[in-house]
């Protein structure tokens, strides 16, 4: 596994001055987004600022990432990766009870139900390579510390190159600059553009295991999703390759890095405490890295795009790790960018509107995640206690946990999952008010 990057850059192509698009960031986002422009004949430059292959978290994919690997040209490859394959989440709620796992392909049994688990440094280095297969030239040197405005036209970027430390900055224009800079989300800093979920107030801690229980079959590559005794965290179970399972857990941001609780690796091991269920996985395992820690991930940014320029995957918002939607948004944010890009080319407008214009299509599908995250966070409100009494929308649920998110009437399950969440979230509120008040 990759997590420190020995740096060592290797050759790095030429620089031009100008290409008609630069990338800023090489994940999922930027590299679907540099891929399909390339593609489409269109100078690109992709930049990032580590070496390739990079750690990076986020390994679990979900269904619906395959229609833009299909795009990009990248299924074959994957289906000769030993990354294992994804056929189910399972949910185990309180510790320890364990739902029955919810399998894609009983929904749609197509090759697209089943996805991957996937080492993402080894992933977004196949993306990466893809991109320059077609046509991008690829720099991983490259900090970019300014986008560079004409008025309110993007026009390029400014960056510093680690491998040519005698040239201060670097300045290269584009017609367009797709900010793809994950949750350093550049311009959203830079231009005063974030808006942070306040329901949202997350953190995680995680590291991985080597040997740890597996499920055999077609359940050795599942998610499993354990929420703690209370309910007051949740830990993420996703088996990688050669044994190694991530394992991370995420809570309210003042529960989990409350100070009196001790150090992160005293906090994780009393957050395993609560969750026989996951206890039981790693009795016999061993720990194989370090602990991993970030916060206060959740936002999106009060404006997508502006003349020559447009915000993709995280730089635009990120919601919660919970569903593992990060990537598939990176993906598929990244696509639509490219593909109204390359229509703005065609049709020498590249305005705010015609950058942006796929946002609200895109929001909708981005809402629908969100408001299922929402319920999962309800307390007192379960998922098992709403599809007993509305079975009628288990497939608008499963459709969701695909990423099946933009199609329309998948909403419908909101009109009786949230006056469901509110009811159960005011009895929870009464009951702990009767409990501190006896
Ligand atoms: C705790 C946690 C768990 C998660 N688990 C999952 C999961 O299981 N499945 C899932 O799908 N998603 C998961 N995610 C989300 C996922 O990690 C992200 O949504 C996804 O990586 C976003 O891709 P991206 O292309 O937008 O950005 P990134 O993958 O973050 O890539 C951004 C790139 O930009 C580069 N960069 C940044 N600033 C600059 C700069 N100034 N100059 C040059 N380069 C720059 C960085 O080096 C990086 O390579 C998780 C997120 C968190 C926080």
């Not at 994940?27 to 600022?49: F, H, K, Q, T």
């Amino acid at each position: 596994m990759i997590t420190t990057a020995d740096i060592d850059y290797g050759p790095q192509p030429e620089l031009k001055d100008q290409y008609d698009v630069i990338v800023m960031g090489a994940g999922p986002g930027g590299s679907v987004a540099a891929s399909i422009i390339a593609e489409a004949g269109y100078s690109v430059l992709l930049l990032d600022r580590s070496e390739f292959p990079r750690f990076h978290v986020g390994e679990s994919l979900i269904p619906e990432t395959y229609w833009t690997l299909k795009r990009i040209g990248l299924l074959d490859e994957l289906k000769k990766s030993n990354f294992p394959r994804k056929h189910s989440v399972q949910f185990v709620s309180e510790g320890h009870k364990e739902s029955a796992p919810f399998y894609f392909e009983d929904y749609n049994p197509h090759e697209c139900s089943v996805t991957w688990q996937v080492e993402r440094g080894t992933f977004d280095k196949m993306l990466t390579d893809q991109a320059v297969k077609k046509g991008t030239v690829f720099r991983s040197d490259a900090s970019v510390t300014e986008v560079l405005f004409d008025g309110d036209q993007a026009t390029g970027v400014k960056a510093k190159l680690a491998t040519e430390s005698d040239v201060p900055h670097r300045e290269i224009s584009s017609r367009v600059v797709v900010d793809s800079t994950g949750q350093s989300a550049f311009l959203v800093n830079r231009l005063g553009l974030k808006d942070t979920d306040p329901c949202l107030k997350k953190g995680s801690i995680w590291t991985y295991y080597k040997g740890a229980l597996r499920d055999s079959g077609r359940d050795a590559g599942a998610t499993i999703i354990l929420q703690t005794e209370g309910k007051k965290s949740w830990f993420w179970y996703i088996p990688l390759s050669d044994d190694v399972v991530s394992i991370g857990c995420t809570g309210d941001m003042q529960y989990l890095f409350d100070k009196s609780r001790g150090t992160t690796e005293e906090v994780f091991a009393q957050e395993v405490e609560r969750c026989p269920a996951l206890k039981r996985r790693i009795m016999n395992a061993e720990q194989c890295e370090k602990f991993f820690v970030t916060k206060d991930y959740s936002y999106k940014a009060t404006c997508p795009a502006g003349p020559g320029w447009v915000l993709v995957g995280d730089a635009g918002g990120f919601i919660d790790p919970c569903y593992s939607t990060g990537v598939f948004l990176a993906l598929k944010s990244g696509e639509f960018a490219a593909d109204a890009i390359v229509g703005g080319f065609r049709n020498d407008d590249l305005s705010a509107e015609q950058l942006g214009g796929w946002r609200e299509t895109y929001n909708r599908g981005v809402e629908n995640f969100r408001r299922l995250v929402y319920a999962f966070y309800t307390p007192g409100f379960s998922f098992g206690e709403f599809l007993k009494k509305y079975p009628q929308y288990k497939s608008n649920m499963v459709d969701i946990l695909i990423g099946d998110v933009f199609k329309d009437g998948v909403d419908e399950i909101f009109k009786e999952m949230e006056p469901m969440m509110r009811e159960r979230s005011e009895a929870h509120q009464m009951a702990k008010k009767s409990t501190s008040s006896m």
